[in-house]
């Protein structure tokens, strides 16, 4: 599936910022994740080939903004042009995370209304704190397509607070990395157990590089711990 950065770099926001991926892959580079900066791929949508068929073929989903936060308050210049071309391409499926669902209203093209049906806007909420913030605003915000993230997952998740099947699919998971924070085996459990009950899409993404589960302390390397996430099972359609 096609990946789509306009932009790259983020500063850090929360507790699930602390080990983010960008800053460790830039550091083995000699980058610095914290200055945001207009890519070279930023028109990647709408590129045409020799023959004039966009490079990106329609019905694809577009991995968007996987370095960096769309929302990010640094590429405020560029994100109306960024809509521009998410409009053009209606035949694609734009998909995002963002821990920046608090900008999103202020930052939304003018023909927004309801949301584009071609977009997906993910909401990341690592813990207790983070979704008491988050998802009120993320639950009421104009949004098509709404996906909870919990990954980083680094506590237990009520979700009691916010009734109702109003998003369409949970993702959760552990840390990855050799900081990684523990993850607890009993947090996804609940987790599942919530979005079973809502009659809500649950996916258990990744293991992380500690799992704690029933009192054992798991050090998963990490080739497996996506796989070791399938085979629990757990994902619920």
Known sequence: MPLWNPWHGCHKLSAGCRHCYVYRI???????????????NFGF???????????????????TCFSSD??????????PEAWEMIRERSDLHFFMITKRIDRLEANLPPDWEAGYPHVTIC?????????????????????RHKIIICEPLL????????PGPWFEQLVAGGESGLEARTCSFEWVLDLRR???????????????ARLLKDGTLYRIRR????SQARKSGLDYK
């Open 223 to 226: 080739q497996f711990q996506h």
């Open 194 to 208: 919530q979005c079973v009950e809502r009659g809500v899409s649950f996916r258990f993404r990744q293991t992380g």
């Open 155 to 162: 506590g237990p998740i009520d979700l009691s607070p916010w």
């Open 70 to 79: 769309f929302f990010v308050e640094e590429a405020d210049p560029w994100r």
């Open 26 to 40: 830039d550091e083995k580079h000699g980058r610095d994740s914290s200055v945001v900066t207009k890519t070279r």
């Open 123 to 143: 909401c990341t909420v690592e813990n207790q704190e983070r979704a008491d913030y988050r998802l009120p605003i993320y639950r009421n915000a104009p949004i």
């Open 45 to 63: 949508p709408v590129r045409r080939t020799r023959t004039g068929t966009y490079k990106i073929p329609a019905g694809s989903t577009v991995f």
